[in-house]
């Protein structure tokens, strides 16, 4: 494949999901920085675009050295906004792109035509090496960075799952945003691996740009794929705001970089007094345990607050705190007794033991197995025989 179908192929695909994205309802903040980045790559590819059709007026190295270090910023901040559902861009994060404006500021000023991003010619001895080091450094520690930064907000977010949800699933896991980021540290590495070996050798061996493309077209492909074949992607999974919460709950917010996972010290600023716990729990056994709400396999804390009437922050507070498990475990053993229950009446014994399970409230025979197991050290069907056994 020539290098300008590629450019071609990189500007129609980009363009195109931008505006898939420009034309879906009721935008956030997350979908514009998606559309921008979307933009910026086909921006990319049009630079190059010019460059090899019209090379003699058209300087490439802003596009090769220079745009990329938008990307890092971008994944991030995507996944940072879509996470909490933000509705505007807040200015602080313009800082994260601050790298990206001072170097091309110089580059503009004091170095275009002087620094060259190629491979071979980054270890050339010139007086110009330390500014190209200075560059290619900015470029690698940007990638790394903020791919780190990125999956530990993921990371971050499958923790306060159990919090929030009964079940784990492809949506809420946001697997699609972890094989973005897959495939945004599969490109560079490949990119600055072969880039090195290049520069090492002072010989263009790998055509670093054409590789770094083909993979950033792979990853247009992958937004456009979860774009249109995966609903959820422009979904988002927290049901409120960090701001909703904050004003719902009135309490001061928690500090950057707390530990969500410690109740203590994320509760300690309880406005509930002994009484009310007391009368919260009381109310959360017996509305369970008679009105059977984990049967619904989709329920998440928010459906469970508004059936109890208790705010979800003070039903969290609750179920961590004073109750001693997150709502996936409440709810899960819960189900687990169900099972049980359903294994032994006989009334159940023309069911398979996933069909149970799923009636139970259980989505997936792999998460029923697993709990069923941590929580019974032992599998459904030898428990269901040992139960058995002992009430012959």
């Not at 938008?70 to 807040?90: C, I, Q, S």
């Not at 070996?197 to 794929?225: E, H, M, P, R």
Request: charged content about 25%; proline content about 3%.
């Amino acid at each position: 494949m020539s290098t300008e179908i590629l450019y071609y192929i990189g500007i129609s695909q980009s363009l195109f999901v931008a505006f898939v994205v420009l034309t879906k309802k009721d935008k956030h903040a997350s979908d514009y920085i998606l559309m921008t980045w979307l933009l910026t790559i086909a921006l990319k590819f049009s630079i190059l675009l010019i460059s090899a059709e019209h090379s003699e007026f058209f300087d490439d190295q802003f596009s090769i050295g220079l745009i990329p270090l938008t990307f890092g910023p971008f994944l991030y901040l995507y996944t940072k906004y879509l996470l909490f559902k933000r509705h505007f861009f807040r200015s602080k994060d313009f800082i994260h792109f601050i790298p990206f404006i001072l170097l091309t500021i110089l580059y503009f000023a004091f170095f275009k035509e002087k620094l060259t991003f190629n491979g071979p010619l980054i270890l050339k001895k010139d007086g110009y090496i330390p500014f190209r080091l200075l560059y290619a450094f900015a470029f690698v520690s940007s990638i790394i960075s903020y791919a780190y930064m990125t999956l530990k907000l993921l990371a971050k977010n499958r923790n306060l799952l159990k919090d929030r949800f009964s079940y784990f699933s492809e949506n809420n896991e946001l697997n699609w945003l972890y094989a973005l980021t897959a495939i945004f540290l599969l490109t560079y590495s490949t990119y600055f691996a072969l880039g090195g070996y290049n520069a090492i050798k002072g010989v263009q061996y790998f055509d670093i740009g054409y590789t770094a493309d083909i993979f950033l077209t792979i990853l247009a492909f992958t937004v456009s794929y979860f774009g249109l074949k995966q609903p959820y992607l422009f979904r988002y999974i927290p049901e409120k705001t960090e701001k909703d919460d904050d004003e719902e709950n009135n309490t001061p917010k928690q500090k950057q970089g707390e530990d969500d996972d410690d109740s203590t010290e994320k509760y300690k600023n309880s406005t509930l007094t002994d009484e009310q716990k007391e009368r919260y729990i009381k109310h959360i056994f017996a509305f369970t345990e008679s009105e059977k709400p984990y049967l619904n396999s989709e329920l998440t804390v928010q459906d469970l607050s508004k059936q109890l009437n208790i705010s979800r922050h003070h039903l969290t507070e609750i179920l961590n705190n004073d109750i001693g498990k997150n709502f996936f475990t409440f709810i899960n053993e819960y189900r687990i007794k169900e099972v049980q229950r359903r294994l032994l009446d006989p009334k159940f014994e023309h069911l398979t033991i996933v069909a149970i399970a799923f009636d139970s409230g259980f989505n997936s025979k792999s998460t029923f197995n697993s709990i069923f197991k941590q929580q019974t050290d032992t599998t459904p069907s030898k428990w269901r025989s040992e139960q058995l056994k002992n009430l012959e």
